[in-house]
């Protein structure tokens, strides 16, 4: 059992923010282009769905054991078996890692084309580094102070634009089933983060019950926040206009007080550097455990330079952002909802047997 716990209310912080930091600035361009005036359609029934296998595997986590599902895992399957099953799930997560910090300096390449990209990513690695060697309740403090000031700073930005709506750019309306199934399974990615990431911090949890209604919640305000967002830039710009940007969400704050944009700036890397801390962390414990080790912070330093050095042969390649949808929508249905479905299964099976 961890020593370290962590309270509701700071997994329901956690839990906006692992949806909402990336999301605000890429979910409109890569969902929009693909749904049109229907991807408030797309987050409801990606939120929806994804909400129902997130309280399913954590209900039958959560009363398995107090354990994380890795420790979970080597009861069930055996430790022969567990290294098989839990070795995608594994690299997953590290490259789901490398993806934020990805996200994270393409969106500064945009802003400032002439500094040293390069240099962006040593900065968030490092950064990301030393809040995953705090440990969790570190992370879930400074998570649960600075998610305040990140919402604070979506809604200050998309106020003074309500002024710009126009709602007939909400028609036509017209229901494209295999594009608004690619969107909702893209959406699905952001919603699924949050079962992955809660079952390996399942034996943090000061109260189960507690834990898995905040994380619940955190999926109900997350739905609610993407659906004001793509209400706000849908209404302004236009879906052909939303096409054509890069960072629709950023290109908003041009529109009236020129400061907004920095306000944007701030508050989004921030929410990148609060996300990748998480997930070095996550991806740390997983290793851990995965090796039966002592402690995840002598992993610290290699892990570190293993990533950089991805950065060092990755930072140039744009491909990847170009294809951010179609790679997210196989990583969704090739690992992450299998996972999970397969997951909740094993998780039933034994506590029948129990």
Avoid at 65 to 93: A, R, V
Wanted: aromatic residues 12%; proline residues 3%; hydrophobic residues 60%.
């Amino acid at each position: 059992m961890e020593e370290e716990r962590i309270s509701a209310i700071q997994i329901l912080w956690i839990s906006v923010t692992l949806v909402l930091a990336t999301a605000v600035l890429t979910i409109p361009k890569i969902i929009i282009s693909k749904a049109t005036q229907t991807s408030w359609i797309a987050v409801i029934v990606a939120g929806s769905i994804v909400g129902i296998l997130h309280y399913i595997i954590l209900r039958l986590a959560c009363d398995f054991s107090n354990n994380s599902f890795i420790q979970d895992c080597s009861q069930i399957f055996g430790k022969f078996k567990i290294k098989i099953i839990l070795l995608p799930y594994i690299l997953l997560t590290i490259q789901l890692y490398i993806l934020i910090i990805y996200e994270g300096v393409d969106f500064i390449a945009y802003l400032m084309p002439a500094k040293s990209i390069l240099g962006f990513w040593i900065i968030i690695v490092l950064l990301s580094s030393y809040l995953a060697n705090g440990g969790v309740e570190v992370i879930a403090r400074v998570v649960q102070s600075a998610s305040i000031i990140f919402l604070l700073s979506i809604i200050i930005v998309l106020v003074p634009h309500l002024k710009f709506v126009h709602l007939n750019r909400l028609k036509p309306i017209s229901l494209d089933l295999n594009n608004l199934s690619k969107a909702s399974i893209g959406i699905a990615h952001w919603f699924l983060i949050l079962p992955n990431i809660l079952l390996v911090l399942k034996s943090y949890f000061k109260n189960n019950n507690k834990a898995i209604k905040a994380s619940l919640l955190g999926n109900i305000l997350s739905q609610m926040g993407l659906l004001n967002h793509l209400f706000i830039s849908i209404t302004v710009f236009g879906v052909d206009l939303i096409d054509a940007l890069r960072f629709p969400f950023y290109e908003i704050t041009a529109l009236s007080i020129k400061s907004l944009n920095i306000i944007i700036f701030m508050a989004w890397i921030f929410g990148i550097i609060l996300k990748a801390g998480l997930y070095c962390f996550i991806s740390l414990i997983s290793i851990r455990e995965y090796f039966n080790l002592k402690d995840y912070r002598v992993l610290i330093l290699p892990f570190a330079l293993f990533t950089i050095e991805t950065g060092i042969f990755e930072f140039d390649l744009p491909l990847a952002l170009l294809h951010f949808i179609h790679i997210i929508i196989v990583l969704a249905l090739i690992f992450e909802i299998p996972f999970l479905i397969f997951l909740s299964i094993a998780y039933s099976l034994a506590n029948k047997r129990r």
